[in-house]
């Protein structure tokens, strides 16, 4: 999940907050009164998130990817994690290794 950056629209106010939020959730902050001042109302800092956003995505994709793996992949890694012949640290290994 992206981060997001909110801050206070109150010049006098340095508030600043951050929350991982899923994209369509991103404006629930929006509109808040801040909790600092209890005058200012909270906005969401564009240019920075969204930037941060892109090379996190980027970034981390492929890992991403591969730590949670779906589909076919999955069931197979599954079915070898669950497998009597599998041994216990090569269970945990799998469990860790693929998110299973
Ligand atoms: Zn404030």
């Given at each position: 999940m992206?981060?997001?950056e909110y801050y206070c629209d109150n010049e006098k106010c340095t508030e600043v907050v951050e929350e991982l939020?899923?994209?369509y959730k991103r404006d629930t902050l929006v509109g808040h009164v801040c909790t600092q001042c209890d005058t200012g109302k909270l906005l969401r800092k564009v240019?920075?998130?969204h930037a941060q956003d892109l090379d996190f995505?980027?970034?981390s994709k492929t890992d991403r990817e591969l730590r949670n793996?779906?589909?076919e992949f999955r069931e197979?890694?599954?079915r070898m994690k669950d497998s009597?012949?599998?041994d216990r640290?090569?269970?945990k290994n799998l469990e860790s290794k693929y998110n299973i």
């Open positions: 992206p981060l997001y939020l899923p994209t240019s920075m998130s995505t980027a970034k793996p779906t589909g197979v890694m599954q009597p012949t599998v640290a090569s269970r």
